[in-house]
């Protein structure tokens, strides 16, 4: 969990700085053109999410899980220090936000390979009946990453004078990283590797290339995977990104109830995940994933009428509802159904490139809502609108595989290498070999 902690800080206090700050430092001009280029650099890192799924799926599913969601944080960890010391568009021009968005990319890349290889520790290890409870784990570090993520800027931007925020006080949580870096490496330095990995390799199945064995054997699941996880991305991002600049420029609301609101909803979801996931490993992953998704359907206008209200109690109930008792029933069980569509010799690379994909397309939400609230002149219909398409292609695409779904629960899921493929083809395997 510590692993992924780290990890999600480091991506989501990128999301509440672009939010907060990095407009105006970084892309100097209006304010509506300077939270429009920071959301646009903030959905660079879902773009270079799919890459890192490609490249980190690829090795961990030939030599291993364990060693590739180490040198994920390294990376994520890295990029975000060296953000912290980024000197802005007035101190070396345009230089400013090229390096942003490169050091943005890396943060993407390195979280691409994060969700499958931290998602297969936990699944792959896990008894029948307790996948989505044993993998609701790693989703509740990512909400941990959040809560951190939000605090510090919350903390910040209520002590510190505005111009001193400015100058100086929003490089601290990515300074940060560099020690969350060093304790998560530390952690995951001593995780054993799966059992389903070992038995792979054991077995002689490790693929050439596993992406292309995944496509070829499960087209249909990539698909799945992208619909599904859509609803949820963009309701996250929406609800913890975009609901900032959105409820600041409509009802002048501040920062700091803001980011209480985000906090209170970050804290909520580390309760009702958890429970959630347990939900579905007794009831079925559907039955909870769609549950979450209808509320968010019936609540997307109410919350986008609580942001422009400007009323405080009203703006965290809204972020609570949608994403206590919405968004996160959805993610506690996506996990189990997004892994049991792929065999162990390619699930890191099938599943982690099909979620970087959803997750690229998701990520531009931000943005896109942005954009959208623009063009309807801040009213909010436009951005509700698009919550709600992205949620009901999520319904649809689970209604849609539904007896595939249902399938993997009764049967536990994941099936044993052996029983994958007896017969594999000629030069669809090769033999492991140490290195």
Known sequence: MIGAVADWYDFFIYGTASALVLGRLFFPGSLAQGTLA??????????????????FGHFGDRIGRKRMLALTLVIMGGSSTLIGLLPTHNQIGIAAPVLLVVLRALQGFAVGGEWGGATLLAIESAPNGKRATRSSVVQSGAFVGLLLANAMYLILSAVLPSDSFDAWGWRIPFLVSAVILGIGYWIRRGVPETPEFEAVKKQGLIKKVPLIAALKKHPIAVLTIIGMY??????TYIVLTFSIPFAKAQAGVSSTVLLTASLVAAGG????????????????????????????????FPFIWALSSG?????????????????????????????????????YSGAGFSYGLGAAIGGMSPFVATALSQADGGKGMYPTLYLIGMVM??????????????????????????????SAAVGDAVPHTTD
């Open 38 to 55: 920071a959301f646009a650099t903030f959905a660079v890192g879902f773009l270079f999410r799919p890459i890192g799924s490609v490249v």
């Open 230 to 235: 859509l609803g949820p991305n963009v309701v």
């Open 269 to 300: 979801s580390l309760i009702t995940i958890p429970l959630a996931a347990k939900w579905g490993d007794r009831k079925g992953y559907l039955r909870v994933y769609l549950t979450g998704a209808m509320i968010t359907v019936v609540f997307a």
């Open 311 to 347: 009323n405080a109690v009203n703006i965290v109930l809204a972020a609570v509802v949608m994403l206590v008792i919405g968004a996160a029933p959805m993610v506690a069980v996506q996990q189990p159904i997004f892994t049991d569509l792929f065999d162990a010799e390619f699930r």
């Open 393 to 422: 292609i999520s319904v649809v695409t689970g209604v849609l595989v539904r007896r595939e779904i249902h399938r993997n629960h009764i049967s536990g899921g994941l099936t044993e290498p052996t029983n994958v493929h007896p």
